[in-house]
């Protein structure tokens, strides 16, 4: 069973705005931590933003820092990446993730995963 599906992925200039996002399925994940990863070709995957359980707090990588905003609707079960002013740089498959219980930078210690959605910046 898919229980993370993310969406919204697609092609875009440098200096455009994209939103992804990512809803439950199967199963709820209101309650949970939820991030944000992405891997570029032959590199490993890397963190990019996580929001805390209440959506009190929230954590971004300093390569997208004050460009990328992360929010979580938990009556929706949803939660979204909002990506402006991009860069050939943030090209990669993004994928999201929930933990019942930490919200973390380590992509090792995330319970549960989507399958992906591309995103491709244009230079």
């Known amino acids: 069973q898919v229980q993370l599906v993310e969406s919204g992925g697609g092609l875009v200039q440098a200096g455009g705005s994209l939103r992804l996002s990512c809803a439950a399925s199967?199963?709820?994940?209101?309650?949970?931590?939820k991030g944000w990863f992405r891997q570029a070709p032959g590199k490993e995957r890397e963190f990019v933003a996580a929001?805390?359980?209440?959506?009190?707090?929230?954590y971004y990588a300093d390569s997208v820092k004050g460009r990328f905003t992360i929010s979580r609707d938990n009556a929706k079960d949803t939660v979204s990446l909002q990506m402006n002013s991009l860069k050939a740089e943030d090209t990669a498959v993004y994928y999201c993730?929930?933990?019942?219980?930490?919200?973390?930078?380590?992509?090792?210690?995330?319970?549960?995963w989507g399958q992906g959605t591309q995103v491709t910046v244009s230079s």
């Open positions: 993730a929930a933990d019942p219980k930490y919200t973390t930078s380590s992509s090792g210690w995330w319970h549960y």
């Open positions: 199967g199963r709820t994940f209101s309650s949970y931590a």
């Open positions: 929001i805390s359980r209440s959506g009190g707090r929230t």
